[in-house]
């Protein structure tokens, strides 16, 4: 399996799960690598991406500043989880407002850790 089929394949894997509307890889300049959405997507779903495009070097910069590996905001409709893949990559699921934190973040860290041994 090469580099993209891997990464691709873990962001659908993870996008999978019932809550997740959303899993996005981000460089931390705010370009996208690779994603998987839902087939139904709705308008504030394309807006909480562009908000998750707009600040994800500002949140990777916090993470880098504070040693943090994962950082969750909780907005008015969903739930943003940024996790860190390597220096330069962020692994950004968007889940719906009633998803099992705890099983998010669990789920997106053995994501992240799949995702970087692609690299």
């Not at 799960?17 to 460089?27: G, Q, S």
């Not at 909480?48 to 600040?55: G, H, L, S, Y």
Request: glycine share 2%; hydrophobic share 45%; net charge negative.
């Amino acid at each position: 399996m090469n580099f993209s089929q891997g990464i691709g394949s873990e962001l659908m894997d993870l996008n999978h799960l019932d809550e997740v509307e959303a899993a996005i890889l981000f460089r931390i300049d705010g370009d996208v690598v690779d994603s998987s959405f839902k087939e139904e997507y709705s308008h504030n779903l394309l807006r909480t991406i562009q908000w998750c495009k707009a600040n994800v070097d500002k949140v990777s910069l916090e993470m880098k500043s504070n040693n943090l590996n994962k950082v969750t905001y909780e907005l008015s409709e969903f739930c943003v989880i940024f996790y860190v893949v390597n220096s330069i990559l962020i692994l950004t699921t968007i889940a719906s407002k009633n998803a099992n934190l705890s099983l998010l973040s669990i789920e997106s860290k053995r994501k992240a850790l799949l995702i970087s041994n692609y690299l």
